[in-house]
């Protein structure tokens, strides 16, 4: 395991049911994410895609294969252990955002921090300044209830980086956006890859996984397809600008 | 589709799986193109067969017992018209103005056994998603001019039409894998 592979699986196997109902979910996976990548996985629902991102980020347990997270395998760690693991290092974004709507914007984006044990006053400022860079500065006192579904998702990418993770995983994250609101978000990626954040966005919307460095096509549970998608500008994936 | 360039591509390519006649070698194409078949003339294949034998790229032997006629005569791949063939299939140039080359290329790779034609379709996803990629980055910026953005907006939407239309052959033809369909069969 080299320090700059942030997520590796091995043989990685999840099932439900037996017998005749027996699904393979994901199937003797093999995957290695580099730091600084940008991975999109694409294929139809029900090709197993969210159970593979759940299992990498240690929200769901493998029936086989080994899973690593930042250098530390997972699989077989403790549950109070990779919540605390999860915490440091990952950001989830999901389709439905999964905002806390008791709470304002940046009460939410904040949360996570506190929880970790941060002071409330640099903790505030870290959720401000992350609302900032969403381009949601100016509804921060709002609740979940009073923004739009774009404006919702961009709050849950803001929370999402504020542990400054050392991977997004995204879960179909434009799934539920109109076109405009998908803009706002494939910008957000787009910006977030060019940083060098290292991101594994599962999708079927061809828009995000163009945002990617990297596509795996996604059937069966199975890897169909892997390509680097190089620029036709040939000068590189850091190059467009 | 007169004048279409791909057309001796196809016919090369439908000549891989065995030696065949004009005349099946037309009824094949007009299978697989469906209601877009009909509008192809009989003449054009023989037209097209001449000039590949022209180019050296296929042979053709009369034959026994029959009048020495282009529609009864059988035509068969030479090696360099093989290799041509190769080079069709492998080829990911991507768009044509006419969806028709690719659909015939999947329905040649499957009928001959030349290529999986879902390997076909997964390299042509890789091009499409690589231009959606930098059209998509280019529209994305906000600095570009909202006029030329306009442009770079319809090559984004037809690139995600093209990929749409990538799965539901990627759909026909695993299911194709799956249940042993043939070409004219």
């Known amino acids: 395991m080299t320090g700059s592979t942030i997520l590796r699986a091995r043989g990685l196997t999840r099932r439900y049911g037996w017998d005749s109902g027996l699904v393979r979910a994901v199937d003797d996976v093999d995957l290695d994410v580099p730091a600084g990548q940008a991975l999109a996985v694409m294929g139809p629902s029900g090709c197993g895609k ?88 100016d509804r921060a006192t709002h609740l979940p209830s009073a923004l739009s579904g774009g404006q919702r998702q961009r709050v849950a990418i803001a929370r999402a980086l504020s542990n400054e993770p050392l991977v997004v995983l995204a879960d179909e994250p434009t799934g539920n ?48 397809d892997d390509s680097q998608l190089v620029s036709a500008t040939g000068t590189g994936h850091r190059g467009w600008r | 589709m007169k004048g279409v360039p791909w057309v001796q591509d196809v016919v090369l390519a439908m000549l891989a799986k065995e030696p065949t006649h004009g005349y099946e070698l037309r009824s094949r194409m007009r ?43 059988v035509y068969a791949l030479t090696p360099a ?27 040649a790779a499957a009928a001959a056994r030349l290529a999986d034609p879902v390997a076909l379709v997964d390299a042509q996803r890789r091009e499409v998603l690589r231009r959606l990629r930098d059209a998509q980055r280019a529209a994305l910026d906000r600095s570009v001019d909202p006029v030329a953005a306009l442009l770079l907006e319809g090559v984004v939407l037809r690139l995600r039409a093209d990929l749409e239309w990538l799965e539901a052959c990627e759909r026909m033809w695993t299911e194709c894998d799956r249940t042993g369909w043939k070409a004219g069969a």
């Open chain 2, 31 to 73: 299978d697989a193109l469906g209601p877009l078949g009909e509008a192809m003339n009989a003449g054009q294949i023989y037209v097209t067969l001449g000039r590949l034998a022209k180019a050296g790229l296929v042979t053709s032997e009369r034959a026994e017992g029959l009048p020495d006629r282009p529609d009864r005569r």
């Open chain 1, 177 to 224: 956006l109109d076109s405009a609101a998908t803009l706002d978000v494939l910008r957000l990626f787009e910006e977030l890859r060019t940083a060098g954040q290292t991101l594994v966005m599962v999708t079927h919307d061809a828009r995000i996984a163009a945002v990617a460095d990297r596509v795996i096509a996604m059937r069966d549970g199975a890897f169909a």
């Open chain 2, 81 to 107: 018209g093989q290799q041509r063939v190769g080079a069709w299939l492998t080829e990911v140039s991507w768009p044509k103005p006419d969806l028709s080359e690719f659909h015939l290329k999947l329905v």
């Open chain 1, 50 to 137: 969210s159970t593979l991102l759940h299992l990498l980020g240690g929200l769901q347990r493998p029936t086989g294969g080994q899973v690593w997270l930042a250098g530390h395998r997972i699989d077989t760690m403790s549950e109070r252990a990779l919540a605390r693991l999860r915490r440091d290092t990952v950001g989830f974004v999901f389709q439905a955002f999964h905002l806390m709507d008791e709470l304002t914007a940046v009460e939410n984006v904040e949360l996570a921090a506190l929880l970790a044990g941060q002071s409330p006053r640099r903790a505030r400022r870290r959720a401000l300044h992350l609302l900032d860079r969403v381009g949601l500065a």
